[in-house]
Nanobody, 124 residues
């Protein structure tokens, strides 16, 4: 089992930045992959980025490449999503997710563990 707790959401003006955190706990992190998703009202849950806990390899959705950065702090068992130049269309609930196995999964159903989500609202 892996437990995930997100934090860091809030209200920000367009052009601003936020850093989301996802604290992970549970069994071994070997072969663990972490992902960030978001879901706006009435829309599907969209993949944003993923990172392999051991290697640090990352992969991004085209929609956020260059604006968002995923990273991890092994000592704190925490994954981050740094979001810059935020736009009103980035408004959504942001979720952290985890899965064991191969790196690069993008479909939500490939992830076994989910956090509760954190709201990000970007005002124009």
């Amino acid at each position: 089992q892996v437990q995930l707790v997100e934090s860091g959401g809030g209200l920000v003006q367009a052009g601003g930045s936020l850093r989301l955190s996802c604290a992970a706990s549970g069994r071994t992190f070997f072969t663990l992959n972490m992902g960030w998703y978001r879901q706006a009202p009435g829309k599907e849950r969209d993949f944003l980025a993923t990172i392999n806990w051991t290697s640090g390899n990352t992969y991004y959705a085209d929609s956020v490449k260059g604006r968002f950065t995923i990273s991890r702090d092994n000592a704190k068992n925490t994954v981050y999503l740094q979001m810059n130049n935020l736009k009103p269309e980035d408004t959504a609930i942001y979720y952290c997710a985890a899965r064991y196995g191969n790196f690069g999964a993008r479909r939500p159903d490939e992830y076994n563990y989910w956090g509760q989500g954190t709201q990000v609202t970007v005002s124009s």
